[in-house]
């Protein structure tokens, strides 16, 4: 079993900067990626990006916008989701996941942290 816990969400105006984290528990030594998703009020849940797990890679979705970096502490227990230039459209609730291979659907959910943008 793998835990997440996500944490960093809030209420931020539009223009500022948010740093989601993830703290992971349990077998993370059998964690292959993490992924970073979010899903808006009415919308559908949509993938943010992935972070290799071994390799430390970055992957990011069209959704990202260039603006979300995610990252990795060193004592790989925590993974980052740092967004800049937040947008309104950018509100809604944020969430981590693990996978355990390349090839399997993603294992393992936080609960969710809420972030708000205003104007």
């Known amino acids: 079993q793998v835990r997440l816990v996500e944490s960093g969400g809030g209420s931020v105006q539009a223009g500022g900067s948010l740093r989601l984290s993830c703290a992971a528990s349990g077998r993370t030594f059998s964690v292959f990626g993490m992924g970073w998703f979010r899903q808006a009020a009415g919308k559908e849940r949509e993938l943010l990006g992935a972070f290799g797990w071994s390799d430390r890679s970055t992957y990011y979705t069209d959704s990202a916008n260039g603006r979300f970096t995610i990252s990795r502490d060193d004592a790989a227990t925590t993974v980052y989701l740092q967004m800049d230039g937040l947008k309104l459209e950018d509100t809604a609730v944020y969430y981590c996941?693990?996978?355990?291979?390349?090839?399997?659907?993603?294992?393992?959910w936080g609960q969710g942290t809420q972030v708000t943008v205003s104007s």
């Open positions: 996941a693990a996978k355990l291979s390349w090839n399997s659907d993603w294992d393992y």
